[in-house]
């Protein structure tokens, strides 16, 4: 089978479509895959990396700014016809839009030219692109079973995100192979890949208090080198970056995060209890509709940034580590643990109907 994959901007979107190029192979080891991503984001160190045909396009979103806005005009028109070529030689049987704008023109392009098209939807709310998109697609995934009232498309399915099912299948880190104590409970906090300087400054109190518990803090790479020589308690240990995250979170007993899509769907399929700070500087507000839906369903605690403070985050983790069994169970109900899978089948489904 050919594939076309097209996704891009943040791992929040790269991810899931890696997932799912390894489920394509692992069902055929002579799948033949193409990933379409922009120019200058994160996808074109990853994906390269993997020994995947990586192409990229130029385009940026759509700003308020009149003079950059017609240029990116200008640059999707341009695309669409730079994706017309390259599927009319390649020939795809699919293409998977897996979120970013960079699937605007891919998009465009498979439906003129008749290809059928995955879409998956990694948060609550959904995306610009895929709201403007939807009627294209053949076949829609959402990683959260309220988002499909957001859509007119009939062909929406509740399908999870693929990242929950790689998750699995990673090797646990335990505490005691980075330095802590197997027998003490672990917290863990994650700002995301860059960090965030708003949630490091409200966790620094959190930091240097003495507990009996260990924190783990993966700060980014932008904000560890701000504090990088700052002094802590021995129960604390900072870090940029976290080469196996849910290895580590296998080992964890209480996670303080951001709210993205791809990191609540780790925390379902692992069934860590967790304290999510959503970013309120993304599109839509969506990390706080994701946590919002954790939060609602009992499965999870959320604390807003406007509202963080010291007090209240030791009162959400003492509630955590006393009764983690409730949180677990509910988590555990929301999981799809078989995510890849069912969408593979599903595109398969699709893919016997077209011919």
Request: aromatic share 8%; charged share 25%.
């Amino acid at each position: 089978m050919k594939i076309l994959v097209a996704a891009g901007g943040t791992g929040g979107h790269i991810y899931p479509a890696l997932a799912l190029i390894d489920k394509f192979k692992a069902h055929d080891k002579n799948t033949q895959v193409i990933y379409v991503g922009t120019k200058n984001r994160m996808e074109k160190d990853i994906v390269p990396k993997l020994g995947i045909d990586f192409r990229s396009i130029e385009i940026y979103g759509l700003t308020k700014n009149i003079i950059n806005d017609i240029k990116d005009v200008y640059l999707i028109i341009k695309d669409i016809k730079e994706m017309k070529k390259l599927m009319k030689e390649y020939k795809p049987d699919v293409v998977l839009a897996i979120g970013g704008y960079v699937t605007y023109p891919v998009i465009k392009a498979a439906h003129k030219l008749n290809i059928p098209i995955f879409m998956h939807e990694q948060n609550a709310i959904p995306g610009k692109v895929n709201k403007i998109t939807e009627k294209k697609a053949s076949l829609i995934g959402v990683s959260f079973e309220e988002s499909k009232k957001y859509f007119k498309n009939k062909n929406v399915f509740y399908s999870g995100n693929p990242v929950a099912e790689r998750a699995l299948t990673i090797p646990k880190v335990t505490k005691s192979s980075i330095g802590f104590d197997d027998d003490k409970k672990l917290i863990t906090i994650v700002a995301g890949s860059l960090g965030s300087s708003s949630l490091n400054a409200k966790i620094q109190e959190f930091l240097n208090q003495n507990k009996d518990y260990q924190i783990l803090y993966i700060t980014g790479a932008y904000v560890y080198d701000q504090i990088k020589d700052n002094k802590y308690p021995a129960n604390v240990k900072v870090v940029p970056y976290f080469d196996n995250l849910p290895g580590i979170l296998k080992s964890t007993d209480v996670l303080i995060t951001r709210a993205g899509a791809s990191t609540i769907a780790e925390v379902e399929a692992l069934g860590i209890p967790s304290i999510f700070v959503p970013s309120p500087y993304v599109a839509n507000n969506h990390q706080y509709y994701n946590a919002k839906n954790i939060k609602d369903l009992n499965a999870g605690e959320m604390i807003e940034e406007a509202e963080f403070t010291t007090e209240l985050l030791n009162e959400k983790v003492d509630k955590l580590l006393s009764n983690p069994k409730s949180y677990v169970d509910n988590l555990v109900k929301l999981a799809v643990l078989n995510s890849s899978e069912l969408i593979y089948q599903k595109i398969k489904e699709m893919l016997d109907n077209v011919k």
